[in-house]
Structures are given as C-alpha cells and as structure tokens.
C-alpha cells in the first residue's frame, strides 16, 4: 500500500492507495500558505495517521515545475511561501519511507491510465480545467515530463491574443462574464441563454486547444479534467465544432474524448509515483 498526497493551492488530500482504490483518506483546507513552516507541518499531520508498516512508499503531486530526480519543487501556484522547496528529503527524513515528487496534472494523467479512462491507451493527454490549463502526457505508456518536468504546458502556447490559458481558466468568465466558473455554471443549469452561450465559447476554445494537443502527440485518448469540466455537458457540442476544421479527419474519428469521473484520480496517481 501507498500513500498518495494532492496539494493545490485551497486544500490538501492525503489517502492510502491500493490496487487502485483509496482505502482511507482525510481533506483539510490549506492555512497559513504565507508560512512554509506551517504549510509543511500541515501536510504532515495530514499524512502522519496514514503511516504504518504496510506503507511502502509516499507521492505527492504538486501545482508546480518539479526537479522530480531531486523532489525539489518551485513556485507553488497560490502558496507564496513555497518558492523552492526539497520536499522529497523533507519527507523522506520526517517518515522514513521512498518519496516522490511530480507536477499535480502528471499526476492527475498517470492516474487515469492506470486505473480510469486512459486505461489500455499506450499514448493519452490528460487535461485539467479549473485556475488556468494544465497538461500530463502518456507515451509508450510511460508518464513523459520532458527534462525540466516542463512537458504539457499546452496553456502557455500562443493562440488569439494571449495564449490558450486566457481563454481556458475561470478567469475567462470572470473577465467576459463577471461571474466566475461555477456561477456560470449553474445559470446554465436554469436555463439563462448568456451562460449557455459563454460555455459555447469556451467549447470553441478548448476545440482549439485539443487541436494543438493532437497536432502535437496525436493521442488515442483526452481525459478531461478540474472543476470546470463538471460542465462538460454544457460546451462538450461546441468543442466538437471547434475540431471540425482539424487537417487530419481519420484521427478525429479515432480520438476518444472524455471526462474524468474519479474524484480520487489524482490521488491514486500520486501514490503510484515512482
């Protein structure tokens, strides 16, 4: 068994991991992000009543650029005290047990082929929806990071006027729509035609994003994930629509698009690091 840690920049999940199922967890709201020390000491209290001799190891995924050889991560998304820290020897000397570090999407993609929707896919994207665009690739069945952990930056790409990250994170509707992601989300729910309309637009954008995803590697599969792809029923149409224009039309029919329906994903992801 396992132990598998997700930290974003709101809360903390720990769980124990095996054979793809989450046997225990705990989830607690991130306090003091000014402070490493207590940010540190938070996760490990977190973990600490997860220990036990059938542990064999800890991996924990992070909203950062990782030195996964070394554990160390850098400039934490939304936790300003983590600016470069060795977290891998951290926890290491604190438990006692092989730890591993990786970027919390790679997480979130190596999770889902080996136990949710990219399952059997030797080449998979997984995509996450939520602050901004993150991506984690598969190839040969291998989770691939590229030298500096820096691989899948798909939201940094240049597209319209800024890059696919303006036009994919909740600050899309805040900026166009004066409401952030969820509020949209459940005015599309009644019904209201301006909040249907603002997922049509950000369907067309995320068609173009996968565009460049499938330019790129030409996976089999695409596992949607983050917050706001619980509203995929609202701009799944107009994504479709904004591939119809891609070069190759055999690959769009063998392209499998999909969303994530494990809350856990992440975590199971985490504790099979290695």
Not at 20 to 49: V, W, Y
Request: aromatic share 10%; with cysteine; glycine share 10%.
């Amino acid at each position: 068994m396992n132990i598998g840690v997700d930290l974003g920049g709101t809360k903390i999940k720990v769980g124990v991991a095996n054979e793809g199922l989450i046997l225990q967890q705990n989830t607690a709201l991130l306090f003091q992000k000014e402070s490493l020390s207590s940010t540190l000491k938070q996760i490990k209290d977190l973990i600490r009543p997860h220990i036990s001799k059938s542990i064999d190891k800890i991996g924990i995924g992070v909203p950062s650029v990782v030195d996964t050889e070394r554990g160390i991560v850098y400039n934490v998304t939304n936790i300003p005290s983590w600016e470069k820290v060795a977290l891998k020897d951290i926890l290491e000397d604190e438990f006692q047990l092989p730890t591993f570090v990786n970027n919390d999407v790679n997480c979130f993609t190596l999770g889902e082929h080996l136990f949710g929707h990219a399952k059997g896919y030797s080449t998979a994207v997984g995509l996450t929806l939520g602050t901004g665009l993150g991506a984690g690739i598969i190839i040969d069945n291998k989770l691939y990071k590229g030298c500096n952990t820096g691989a899948g930056e798909i939201g940094l790409l240049k597209y319209l006027e800024k890059n696919y990250e303006y036009y994919l994170g909740n600050s899309f509707f805040v900026r166009n729509f004066n409401f952030n992601a969820h509020e949209v989300s459940m005015a599309a729910e009644r019904g209201e035609k301006w909040a249907l309309d603002a997922y049509s637009e950000f369907g067309q954008h995320l068609g173009a994003a996968i565009q460049a995803v499938m330019y790129t590697y030409d996976p089999e599969v695409v596992v949607l994930g983050g917050s706001i792809s619980n509203a995929f029923s609202f701009f799944e149409k107009a994504m479709y629509e904004g591939l119809e224009d891609f070069e190759f039309p055999e690959s769009l029919k063998k392209i499998k698009i999909v969303k994530s329906d494990n809350d856990n994903i992440s975590l199971l992801g985490a504790a099979a690091l290695k």
